[in-house]
T-cell receptor, first 111, second 114 residues
Framework: QKEVEQNSGPLSVPEGAIASLNCTYS??????FFWYRQYSGKSPELIMS????GDKEDGRFTAQLNKASQYVSLLIRDSQPSDSATYLC???????????FGRGTSLIVHP | DAGVIQSPRHEVTEMGQEVTLRCKPI?????LFWYRQTMMRGLELLIY????????DSGMPEDRFSAKMPNASFSTLKIQPSEPRDSAVYFC????????????FGPGTRLTVT
């Protein structure tokens, strides 16, 4: 059983729409949650981190964490073609510096 | 501030040759991670250093792979001898123990073994 699961996609949304990316994890001791964006041929880039239940907003991005249901999501408002990339979810256990990465969800924002 | 620096960016070598990948973490970061990424397997952690000491090398595929961190500003990943199945993109990432476990990735080294 994979520890961090993401739908591989591709998730296709029109420009201006809200893109919703989801991630589930199996370890209830997980404490730190991250979203990375990876453009094709580039390295992962941290875009959001969240540590407590609820929502965290940063510009057009909102991360949502629900520890009881063991999922974390990323919402991208007013999606732009430049948001087209693979989004990786990463989860750290409590006290661990080693993250577990999901396989990523490919997002395509079409004009 | 400079980010994580990796060299070379691209490496093409023949099977059986030794390959050395290099990484300079962000100044002040005391955790360093080496990853390998392929289409088939995604992003895999190879080894993790904390204050220059290898803490977890369970992801190192086999004895052909070795990693060192002689000081806080430099790490190497060596493959000897290299094989075609080692072809992948190798990333180095660093983070701060005093921080929030956020990792910052270097640009990666694309390795092709023919």
């Amino acid at each position: 059983q994979k520890e961090v699961e993401q739908n591989s996609g591709p998730l296709s949304v029109p420009e201006g729409a809200i893109a919703s990316l989801n991630c589930t994890y199996s370890d209830r001791g997980s404490q730190s949650f991250f979203w990375y964006r990876q453009y094709s041929g580039k390295s992962p880039e941290l875009i959001m981190s969240i540590y407590s239940n609820g929502d965290k907003e940063d510009g057009r991005f909102t991360a949502q964490l629900n520890k009881a249901s063991q999922y974390v999501s990323l919402l991208i408002r007013d999606s732009q073609p430049s948001d087209s990339a693979t989004y990786l979810c990463a989860v750290n256990r409590e006290g661990s510096y080693i993250p577990t990465f999901g396989r990523g969800t490919s997002l395509i924002v079409h004009p | 501030d400079a980010g994580v620096i990796q060299s070379p960016r691209h490496e093409v070598t023949e099977m059986g040759q030794e390959v050395t990948l290099r990484c300079k973490p962000i100044s002040g970061h005391n955790s360093l991670f080496w990853y390998r990424q392929t289409m088939m397997r995604g992003l895999e952690l190879l080894i993790y250093f904390n204050n220059n000491v290898p803490i977890d090398d369970s992801g190192m595929p086999e004895d052909r792979f070795s990693a060192k961190m002689p000081n806080a500003s430099f790490s190497t990943l060596k493959i000897q001898p290299s094989e075609p199945r080692d072809s992948a993109v190798y990333f180095c990432a660093s983070s701060s123990l005093a921080g929030s476990h956020e990792q910052y990735f270097g640009p990666g080294t694309r390795l092709t073994v023919t």
